[in-house]
């Protein structure tokens, strides 16, 4: 069976679900559709006094791709600030293909997707809608 | 006699091809369907023997190409039962539904209505919005009934005197439902309202016969109709076509331009500025007269028996959800549904991991969506060329899907 894409780590990031779930009280939130596919990630953040997350929630109203993402995210945002995340995305956009270099934990899982390019937006997404929360 | 489903996938070199050791099985035919040998050759004799602009030339080229465009159309309005000069040739379904709500619509009134439904295609909601914002029209939508059919019910709630045109999908792209037209025209009609149909669904499934159902338009895309990509149709009663003003300018639509004025040429020309898309006309052209052979009663009957057995197979998978009406009658070869616990898409990789083509997501009908609560479904649409080998790697992936992905 030819399932290179759903790859056990994948998979078992989505189930993990790490951070799902919304925050009570957050500093900041944001919401991200992709309106190929219909996709919708929100995220809630606290923030300390430098902008770093001190708490991070997700809701995913999407694919695997998506809550595997959300959940590899959520597992180390905590400490970073703006540009703490941006050097996630890069993490995140090697696993890809899309930039040269080695791609650090946990976002090696979606190494596969390089040759899914119409799949990666997934994986971006909630990359996308922490970066807006934290503009 | 029974359908000879080998002969028909013969004609499609596409479905001989395989990819990463496996054969493809294509259930995306509402996306885009598959073009025959018929097509691809008309095609080519164009390009190879024919080639020219249209309509302007006096060199031999160009007497081929005109006629072979011309033609073209003499063929498509055969297999619409309708006259060819009220056949009109598109950039594809969307852009003659825009030539309509465009054209047609600048003859309507602020506060005069359009009549559309909850389980229209995005490109049968958003150019009667723009019309909106342009000149002041009112939309009212029909909602949906739970099994997925446009709910004529409450037509009569929803038709008004101030109601000038009913714009419906013949066949929905999502549920397969077939459009109960003798309904909606009587309807429609008792209070002075034009209907337009959305055929792109229902045009790939054979022959029509336009004068009978009384509506007066009807557009489709060539793509999904075994056709080229890039054309489209729009039927228009003559006389409505006639009161009607150019969409865009530009050459071939003229009657006589000086800078004081210029007079219109009439239908279909004065919808078709510019040079056409000859080759992919010539193309649908060559679909049309294909369909036009086909034994489409008993193309049909396969069609509905591939329908079953994935209904039946569906079923057996715990968790899956169809999603439309549950009977065969009045539908079309369109089933979509839902795994609990995996999402669309997700379905839809691991079916292309067995080499099943399928549609995942919204299908461009957000309202629906919504209506049903549904972040999208997985769509399995069907050709004539489609056979059981097809349906049962789909069943097998969605089996795999479910035992894996949650
Ligand atoms: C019911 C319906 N209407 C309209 C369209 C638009 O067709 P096109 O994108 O080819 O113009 C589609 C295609 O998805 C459709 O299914």
Redesign the pocket.
């Known amino acids: 069976m030819n399932d290179q894409l759903y790859q056990d780590r994948i998979v078992a990031l989505a189930k993990a679900k790490t951070g799902a779930g919304r925050l009570e009280a957050p500093t900041k939130s944001a919401r991200r559709d992709n309106p190929l596919c219909g996709d919708r990630v929100t995220i809630d953040v606290k923030l300390d006094g430098q902008g770093r997350i001190t708490e991070i929630a997700h809701q995913v109203r999407g694919c695997l791709l998506c809550q595997a993402s959300a959940s590899a995210l959520s597992a180390v945002a905590v400490g970073r600030d703006a540009a703490g995340i941006a050097e996630v995305r890069h993490d995140a956009e090697r696993a890809l293909g899309r930039q040269a270099g080695e791609a650090h934990e946990p976002f090696t899982a979606f190494v596969p997707v390089a040759a899914h390019k119409s799949r990666q937006e997934c994986v971006l997404l909630p990359l996308e809608a922490l970066k807006d929360a934290l503009a | 006699m029974s359908f000879d489903v080998a002969a028909v996938r013969r004609q499609f070199p596409i479905l001989s091809e395989i990819i990463d050791g496996r054969p493809i099985h294509y259930l995306d035919n509402?996306?885009s369907a598959q073009t025959p040998l018929a097509v691809i050759d008309a095609v080519r004799h164009y390009e190879t023997t024919s080639r020219a602009n249209v309509l302007r030339g006096v060199h031999r080229l160009a007497e081929r190409a005109t006629e072979a465009y011309e033609n073209a159309r003499a063929e498509v309005a055969t297999f619409l039962g309708v006259q060819p000069m009220e056949t009109v040739f598109t950039g594809?379904?969307?852009?003659a539904?825009n030539l309509v709500a465009y054209s047609y619509g600048s003859l309507l009134k602020p506060g005069d209505r359009i009549l559309l439904s909850e389980l229209?295609?995005h490109?049968?909601i958003v150019p009667w919005q723009l019309l909106r914002t342009r000149s002041g029209v009112e939309l009212d939508m029909i909602p949906v009934t739970d099994d997925g059919r446009i709910d004529l019910a409450e037509l009569p709630r929803l038709l008004t005197p101030k109601t000038k045109l009913v714009s419906l999908?013949h066949?929905?792209?999502v549920t397969g439902a077939l459009l109960d037209v003798r309904a909606v025209v009587s309807a429609a009609n008792a209070v002075g309202a034009k209907v337009m149909l959305?055929g792109?669904?229902r045009a790939p499934h054979g022959p029509l016969d336009l004068p009978s159902l009384g509506i007066d338009f009807y557009v489709f895309?060539g793509?999904?109709a075994y056709g080229p990509n890039g054309i489209?149709v729009l039927w228009g009663r003559p006389e409505l076509l006639e009161a009607m003003p150019p969409f865009m300018g530009g050459g071939s639509m003229i009657g006589r331009v000086t800078f004081a004025e210029t007079t219109w040429a009439p239908a279909p020309r004065r919808f078709e500025a510019g040079t056409p898309a000859i080759g992919p006309a010539i193309g649908l052209g060559a679909a049309c007269t294909w369909m036009q052979r086909l034994d489409w009663s008993a193309a049909h009957d396969h069609e509905m028996a591939l329908v079953q057995r994935l209904m039946d197979g569906l079923q057996r998978v715990d968790g899956t959800h169809l999603f439309g009406p549950a009977s065969l009658q009045n539908r079309y070869p369109v089933v979509s549904f839902t795994l609990d616990g995996v999402h669309p898409h997700d379905v839809a990789q691991t079916l292309d991991s067995f080499g099943v083509a399928v549609r995942a997501g919204h299908?461009?009908a957000q309202p629906l969506m919504d209506r049903f609560d549904l972040d999208g479904t997985t769509r399995v649409s069907m050709a004539p060329y489609n056979d059981n080998s097809d349906i049962d790697a789909l069943l097998a992936g969605v089996a795999h899907a479910a035992k894996t992905l949650r």
């Open positions: 509402g996306a594809g379904c969307t852009a539904i229209e295609h490109s049968n999908a066949v929905s792209n959305d792109a669904q895309a793509h999904k489209g299908h461009c």
